[in-house]
């Protein structure tokens, strides 16, 4: 990554603990923790959980007898992960906080070697999570590459339907695990702290804590594939899963370490966006894919224990023979069910509310107009996430559960849509007699909401019980859900990518190529996707590698929209390695005119973010205002405390009546 | 769920900057492009293409989805309509290039109450037309062929029903006839104007019983009768797949059905019955669920309450509940 941090050394550090703060002894760069000792601690950890398992419960009769040792395979997932996350440092700040050292600070790193190091810097988090992300997009878009070419044909196989299962399941967690960090993880971490007006996260260790277990998770869910995958697909549903082989194990141990990152990363921007706020960011002039991270952090941080605990459930029937989902022992499979989907629906909206968040905040730039109805926007943003908890029993309307709360979770589902709705009352207002710019990242946002309308409004014929019965579990759905998330959420992404990496690599992105890559994913994703409603209606299950013959013709339509869909993304590769490493061209300061506090920030943002605590004037959409004032101060300006920006302090100091105490420390680690 | 409809007739004279430009009406130019193709493709669609839509007339259940997706769709269509044609005409009419006047910014371009307002109370008036013609739809026609679990609310009002168990297993549906002796055959016939009952249960893992054509569809739990309730109007075949994940050979678990008179199928099944009389004395005998005895895990499913290694106990667990009976 060829970003370079400057001018740390122009400043000083303020409050006094610093300076006095002595670093502690630091080892060579090799020998410090990175990256290679992560993966030296993870089959280290591995291989001594595995000897471990072996130990413990090589007597037991079931194990023997299914030739499968579940509690060593679990064992050794779960002592790899702690291997990995020890190699990265993780432990390094609580263990020598327990002997009594003072841990040392983190130093501003050039070297690309911070990269793939833990560190507090929540610009180098945000672009580790953008690779990390986009590993994650690739490895399940190629996996979905395998599903779609075994539907080429209802009855000729590719792959045997053993494979073709793992294929599927694969695909589906690595997309959804990959999607609840899509936009949380690079950009909300590299930018929230930038528009918010602060120079660090609230736990910078949480934050890389968060980053580097999401790498052991993706890891963890992906051998998966060496133990034989796993047949339940993403859901995990039991009693399957009690009964499926080993990669079983690395679905429930990585859903529930990936689920702990994402708590962390919920929790630590949670708290970051509520405390860490520059004087005069109030509610009321936060920028509005702030309170959609906001939004999405309440959803991961009360959500994702669920999951974890569902996955904790399953890893105990598999091991130590309790009987939480299995039904002839006194557990039930609707007990997995409801926790499931007790996550899994709010998990829906921790995809989508990050895309509305894009789209809202991106579209006034291109627009030159102010947001329309920003009040509704962040209404809406809460009002999805106070909902979301509330449908889950949608998915389980023919399971056979509580027929008597069907109608009270299809009135729930239809009410969500209302807050959904805002979305586009916003955005459609934000168009009306605008000045349109179509530069790529505007693309990006008008392809997402002609997308999110089509998976909008077919969610609702799926939350209509008597609809439902027809479309529930077919491929009517998948469409649906590809619309929203793909369609929606990856859409947004890349609007958020083309839009702010000027900002986040100083280098610009081709155009033409940018433009090349909308295009072709955007018809392209819409020729794999919109056959698919017709398959499902037309009585095609999901997850099935044999169907009717008749459906032939729109399954290949589907699959070969699939591959080119596939190949779309190279151009977004190339340009990323063409333009950001092979021939960079410096990024202007602000290549879109934009007035968010973000784009204030000289290119390359400093180590400390802001040299002054910036003083927030107003709100960030002033386009078409003339004479408007600038959105923040971002001189040295005292602050006094009723909150009221105080210009012009003679000697430097800040008086103690400052209104709120922020903490000039730099990340440390 | 846009509607510039409601939207337009709210904000009469819109926040137009006055400049030297002659003033345009957008509002009622998008209106008016609104209701004509709103005007034209909604029958277009409900006439032309709303009898075939799936799965078809074949029962109630099947109709009532058909009609309910019907009228979801001529719903929904004149929304997405005005999405679209609200965006097609802003990427149009206000692109940067046309040199057209400049966006107006200031309060009337962050909100206009009446909009606002218009469209939140369209959109909830939508949302709980939608909530409350959804229940009606599902209770009336006794569930709407959706899984009730094993005790269901809404009933048919048929006073005669069929009952037809749905063995759900790794990787075949079997079904069972218990006003006929309770033999039990891979095959599913069922007469025509008759209201079926569907008691669908699982021996392993969760299936799903998706009868498409029926519109009939209940997921298969271990230990669990779940029940969907339907009646036929139309002789025919149908397909039935499975509908939840079950296992590597989840795709291929499907077989066919068929609706015949009432009069085939009272020949069929009575000898059916008697044909498969030996077989049906080995079976466990009728029971809404079956569930594997601890010392069967190996593959034995017994009724629950037996000991399957005993010498003197037979198979002989009692139905444990009362529902879905007469012929």
């Known amino acids: ?669 | 769920m846009s509607d510039p409809a409601t939207a337009g007739s709210t904000t009469p004279a819109a926040e137009l900057p006055t400049g030297s430009q002659p003033e345009v009406h957008h509002w009622w130019r998008l209106i008016a492009i609104w209701v004509i193709l709103s005007a034209i493709l909604d029958p277009l669609f409900y006439f032309l293409a709303g009898p075939h839509i799936p799965p078809g007339r074949m029962t109630t259940t099947a109709g009532g989805a058909q009609f309910d997706f019907n009228v979801l769709l001529v719903i929904a269509l004149p929304v997405m309509l005005g999405v679209w044609i609200f965006m097609i005409y802003a990427v149009v009419m206000w692109r940067a290039s046309r040199g057209g006047p400049e966006p107006q910014g200031g309060p009337a371009a962050r909100g206009n109450l009446a909009v606002q307002a218009g469209w939140i109370l369209t959109t909830t008036v939508i949302v709980l037309f939608l909530a409350g013609f959804g229940t009606y739809e599902l209770v009336q026609p006794g569930g709407a062929g959706g899984g009730q679990g094993s005790s269901p609310i809404w009933t048919p009002t048929s006073k005669t029903v069929l009952p037809v168990q749905v063995i759900g297993q790794q990787w075949k549906f079997t079904y069972r006839y218990p006003t006929f002796g309770g033999f039990e055959t891979t095959q599913l016939v069922i007469p025509n104007d008759a209201t079926i009952a569907f008691h669908v249960t699982s021996l392993d893992v969760v299936h799903d019983f998706w009868a498409y054509q029926l519109g009939v569809k209940a997921d298969a739990d271990p230990s669990y009768d779940n029940v969907a309730y339907t009646t036929t109007s139309q002789l025919g075949s149908f397909t039935v797949r499975c509908d939840e994940l079950c296992g590597i050979w989840h795709g291929a678990m499907y077989n066919t059905g068929e609706v015949v008179t009432p009069a085939q199928f009272e020949s069929w099944a009575t000898a059916t019955e008697s044909r498969l009389a030996a077989n049906t004395k080995l079976l466990p005998s009728f029971s809404y669920t079956y569930v594997p005895d601890a010392n069967g895990a190996d593959g034995g499913y017994y009724p629950d309450n037996v000991d399957p290694y005993s010498k003197v106990e037979t198979y002989g667990a009692t139905p444990t509940k009362s529902g879905g009976s007469g012929g």
């Open chain 1, 1 to 669: 990554m060829a970003i370079e941090t400057t001018q740390v050394s122009e400043f000083e550090y303020r409050g006094g603990s610093l300076a006095t703060r002595q670093p502690m002894s630091r080892r060579s760069d090799w020998l410090s923790p990175h990256a290679g000792w992560a993966v030296v601690g993870a089959v280290v950890g591995y291989l001594i959980g595995h000897w471990l398992g072996n130990v413990i419960a090589s007597g037991y009769a079931h194990v023997q007898g299914s030739g499968q040792n579940d509690v060593a395979t679990v064992l050794g997932l779960s002592f790899g992960v702690a291997g990995f996350m020890g190699g990265i440092g993780a432990l390094t700040y609580p263990l020598a906080k327990m002997l009594g050292r003072e841990p040392a600070f983190e130093l501003p790193q050039r070297s690309w070697m911070r990269y793939f190091r833990m560190t507090g810097d929540h610009k180098v988090v945000g672009l580790q999570y953008t690779v990390g992300v986009l590993l994650f997009l690739f490895t399940g878009g190629l996996l979905a590459m395998g599903v779609r070419t075994e539907l080429l044909s209802p009855t000729n196989h590719v792959f045997g339907p053993g494979t073709y299962i793992a294929l599927v399941g694969e695909h589906g967690t690595i997309m959804m695990m990959m999607a609840s960090s899509a936009v949380v993880g690079p950009i909300g971490n590299w930018l929230v702290p930038l528009m918010i007006g602060t120079r660090r996260m609230a736990y910078p260790r949480v934050e890389a804590f968060s980053f580097w277990i999401f790498i052991a998770g993706y890891m963890v869910i992906f051998t998966a594939l060496f133990f034989g995958g796993f047949p339940t697909g993403w859901t995990g549903y039991a009693p399957l899963q009690t009964q499926a082989s080993g990669g079983m194990d690395s679905y429930l141990v990585g859903f529930a370490v990936i689920g702990i990152g994402m708590i962390c990363a919920g929790f630590n921007l949670a708290v970051t966006i509520i405390n860490f706020r520059a004087p005069g960011m109030t509610w009321g002039r936060v920028p509005i894919f702030v309170w959609s991270i906001l939004a999405t952090c309440a959803l991961l941080t009360l959500a994702t224990p669920t999951l974890v605990v569902a996955g904790l459930f399953g890893v105990l029937d598999r091991t130590a023979e309790t009987a939480f989902f299995v039904n002839e022992h006194g557990g039930s499979n609707f007990l997995w069910e409801n926790l499931f989907w007790f996550f899994g629906h709010p998990e829906v909206y921790i995809m989508a509310l990050p895309g509305f968040g894009i789209v809202m905040e991106i579209m006034p730039v291109f627009t030159r107009k102010p947001l329309f109805a920003y009040k509704v926007a962040a209404a809406g943003m809460i009002g999805v996430a106070l909902l979301s908890f509330f449908v889950w029993q949608h998915h389980l309307f023919q399971s056979g559960i509580n027929p008597d709360m069907r109608p009270l979770f299809m009135l729930t589902t239809e009410l969500i849509s209302i807050p959904t709705g805002f979305l586009f009352l916003v955005a459609l207002g934000t168009l009306w007699k605008a000045k349109i710019r179509f530069d790529t990242p505007m693309l990006f946002c008008l392809g997402m909401l002609f997308n999110f309308l089509i998976g909008g409004i077919t969610g609702v014929f799926l939350s209509d019980v008597p609809v439902d019965v027809t479309v529930h579990g077919s491929f009517f759905v998948m469409a649906h859900f590809h619309y929203t998330i793909m369609g929606g959420l990856i859409f947004a992404l890349f609007a958020g990518l083309y839009y702010w990496i000027p900002k986040m690599t100083g280098k610009t992105m081709n155009k033409r190529l940018s433009k090349w890559h909308f295009w072709t994913f955007f018809i392209f994703f819409n020729c794999t996707f919109f056959p698919l409603f017709l398959v499902g209606l037309l009585g095609q299950p999901r997850r099935v590698f044999e169907y009717a013959p008749n459906l032939q013709t729109l399954n290949d339509i589907s699959s070969i929209s699939a591959y080119f869909l596939g190949a779309s993304f190279f151009f977004f590769i190339i340009n990323f390695i063409w333009s950001i490493y092979l021939i960079p061209h410096e990024a202007p300061v602000n290549p879109w005119g934009s007035l968010g506090l973000e784009w204030q920030t000289p290119t390359p943002v400093p180590w400390f973010n802001f040299e002054h605590i910036p003083v927030v004037l107003t709100d960030p959409y002033h386009y078409g205002e003339p004479g408007a004032p600038p959105v923040a101060d971002l001189g040295r300006v005292l602050v006094a405390a009723d909150g009221a920006p105080i210009r012009g302090g003679e000697n430097g100091e800040e008086s103690p009546e400052e209104g709120r105490e922020f903490d000039p420390q730099p990340p440390i680690l």
